[in-house]
DNA sequence: ATCGCACCTGGAGCGCACTCCAGGTCAACG
DNA sequence: CGTTGACCTGGAGTGCGCTCCAGGTGCGAT
């Protein structure tokens, strides 16, 4: 197998139909081959590369950069090092997301035990022991 | 100390002023004080909700669902449970943020290393050993 | 007195990333 | 031969979360 119908690309890459197109569109996905129909036919290249966008799109890269990603993705072996350069400071901002998202948790899981504190401290005399018995 | 003025709260809490008329507006920062001449004052008690919201904000919770949190709090006591559930379901999507990130990281590494290993391959010929020598 | 400045209001506008729509084509099925 | 269904196009519309704007006010410094 190696082609595959806008549905089922659509299935197995995640991307809907009309996010497909609008990625042809702006240029991400670079002239989809076309059947006697004039209907898209998507190769297995065009999914590894759909999957690629797809990390880069849910770690966060804005469209613009994944644009000129796939620009240099075109442009042959000459923009290795640029490609590189690109991926490594988006790995970079990956790590700071992490890191922010850790540190903000730890508030998250502080507020938690406030309020774990406040609903034990006002058990006692209320409810006779109802719900929530054993861990 | 214990007031600010807008411009102030904006500094310290890293929403623009315009933001903070928003939140005001919307109803997640429920009527905050005015002095004689109509203009907001800030007390602590407002920067550390707002830094609450931020929190929430910045690990992706809808503004709607701050919202809702925010009539929560404002509900007292009563609402502690509901309060506890909702930032509990919040911390587990930060979580899958978290485990969905580092999947995400692992294939933007493989993808550096692919890159690195096709410019080592690049050099035998070219470059007589210029830069990038030890390490 | 008047200037500049930080702030006020209601409402319009914006950027991003899609998402939807109307109207049309083609292939296959009954 | 008619209908269904997946797909096509260009372009308009949407939702979110701000951000900007015009026009105005009050206060301290010059």
Redo the contacts with the bound molecule.
């Keep these: 197998m190696s082609s595959y ?6 299935e197995k890459t995640g ?11 702006i240029g991400l996905l670079s002239e ?1 081959a ?1 059947n ?6 998507f190769s297995d290249d065009d999914l590894k590369w759909l999957s690629m966008l797809r990390c880069l ?1 849910e770690t ?7 644009l000129r990603y796939s620009e240099l993705a075109r442009g042959g072996g000459e923009t290795v090092e640029e490609r590189l350069a690109l991926l490594q400071a988006h790995d970079e901002r990956v790590e700071e997301q992490i890191r922010r998202l850790r540190t903000q948790q730890k508030q998250i899981h502080w507020k938690i035990g406030l309020y774990r504190d406040s609903l034990s401290e006002e058990t006692p005399a209320s409810v006779p022991a109802a719900a929530s018995a054993s861990a």
Tied chains: 1, 2.
């Design positions: 119908s806008p549905g089922e690309t659509a991307f809907s139909i009309d996010t497909l197109r609008y990625y042809e569109k989809v076309r006697a129909a004039g209907r898209r036919v799109r966060g890269m804005p469209i613009a950069e994944m």
